[in-house]
Nanobody, 114 residues
């Protein structure tokens, strides 16, 4: 059974940082590209960042210079380091693992508020 479990979300003040984790099981994680997406209330889910199986990365313009995606294949875990957070970053953050099939995690809430 494939599982992706996100963690690390929470409430943070503007300008603060959070590190999200996505722990994968049931797949050969190193073969999969991994992406982070987010969905704010009333908005469509959007891509935040993606990292390929060879660690090539790509970011949405609105997070460039603030967020960093990474992976540790030995731990079957992907990460999203988020710095300089602002209210517009408030959303549920989801990870997705893609090889021949795409799998989604259940999401973790990130709230940026003073």
């Amino acid at each position: 059974q494939v599982q992706l479990v996100e963690s690390g979300g929470g409430l943070v003040q503007p300008g603060g940082s959070l590190r999200l984790s996505c722990a994968a099981s049931g797949i050969i994680f190193s073969r999969y590209a991994m992406g982070w997406y987010r969905q704010a209330p009333g908005k469509q889910r959007e891509l935040v960042a993606v990292i390929s199986s060879t660690s090539f990365t790509n970011y949405a313009d609105f997070v460039k210079g603030r967020f960093t995606i990474s992976r540790d294949n030995a731990k079957n875990t992907g990460y999203l380091q988020m710095n300089s957070l602002n209210a517009e970053d408030t959303a549920i953050y989801y990870c997705r693992a893609t090889f021949a099939t795409a799998y989604w995690g259940q999401g973790t809430q990130v709230t940026v508020s003073s």
